[in-house]
């Protein structure tokens, strides 16, 4: 019995997405040639597991480079638009202010799908309005 066990053993770590257990296979037993083809599946699933990963990462890496590379100048259109609408309240300037957020949403929305593992970054994005932002650029200003 003790080879099932083990194999069940390994069956639910398989099952729980641990595919770096491997199990020991006693070659001299009946049940040899069975608990080694099911530690051949394991390591085959570990193995495609790797592949899928690496296929992956380069349609992350875009999706994240050509997020950052739009959400820069669309940072900048929204703050100019606000510098601007601060001296002329032009109700233009707030249109362009509600489509510079919605194509933010979009972006971020577009990363959040993207980012599966992003979690490992520990990166958390917040927007800020023009007042906090003269906030947090006088609180670093040296000069004062």
């Known amino acids: 019995m003790r080879p099932f066990r083990q194999l069940r053993g390994l069956a639910g ?21 069975f608990s080694e083809s ?14 899928e990963a690496q296929a992956q ?15 820069t100048p669309l940072a900048t259109i929204h703050a100019t638009s606000e510098v601007m609408q601060l001296s002329d309240p032009d109700p233009r300037l707030q249109v362009i202010m509600d489509k510079a957020g919605q194509i933010d949403a979009l972006t971020r929305d577009l990363l959040a799908a993207n980012a599966t593992d992003a979690e490992d970054l520990g990166v958390t994005l917040t927007a800020i309005g ?8 006088a609180a670093a200003d040296a000069a004062g």
């Open 57 to 71: 990462q380069p349609r992350k890496t875009l999706v994240s480079q050509l997020s950052h590379d739009i959400r």
């Open 13 to 33: 770590q398989v099952a729980r997405g641990r595919l770096d257990a491997p199990l020991a296979v006693h070659r001299g037993d009946a049940f040899g040639a």
């Open 130 to 137: 023009t007042p906090e932002l003269r906030e947090l650029i």
């Open 38 to 51: 099911f530690d051949i599946l394991r390591r085959e699933l570990a193995r495609s597991r790797e592949r």
